[in-house]
């Protein structure tokens, strides 16, 4: 039997949420993560979430490694994201100039082809199967 194939919005829904749990679990130390913005610490499942420097809108950092960081829902969805604190700790962890270039990198149109969004798909679910 031919299983049908998803729609672009479902694959990328598919790719947010496994990259999602990739994210929350790579920094996991028996489970427990960081918020990167904020520094509390709790379960990967429990009210911490993939968190963007550059907005999700924008496709070219939407699954960026470095863009995305662990964040608590406090973080995350009531103080916007933190971006002034967030873009700090960028350019303190993984150099000088991180933000300003996540800022142009976001700027970049850039249209992932489907075979693209299955392949990444694959990719985030071996890592997570590996992490867990």
Partial sequence: MKRKKLSRGK?????DAIFSRY?????????????FTCGVKAHYK?????????S?????????????????????????GE???FGIKLNKE?????SERLITKAREILKIPTYELEDMIKKYQELV???E
């Fill in 11 to 15: 694959l990328v829904k598919k790719l």
């Fill in 23 to 35: 994210i929350r679990l790579r920094h996991a130390k028996n489970e427990i993560v960081e918020c």
């Fill in 46 to 54: 429990d009210n911490m979430q993939c968190g963007h420097f550059q």
């Fill in 56 to 80: 999700r809108r924008f496709y070219s950092t939407r699954w960026d490694e470095t863009n995305c960081q662990v964040q608590c829902k406090k973080c995350n969805v009531y103080s916007q």
């Fill in 83 to 85: 971006q002034f604190k």
């Fill in 94 to 98: 993984f150099g000088k100039n991180t």
């Fill in 129 to 131: 199967k590996d992490l």
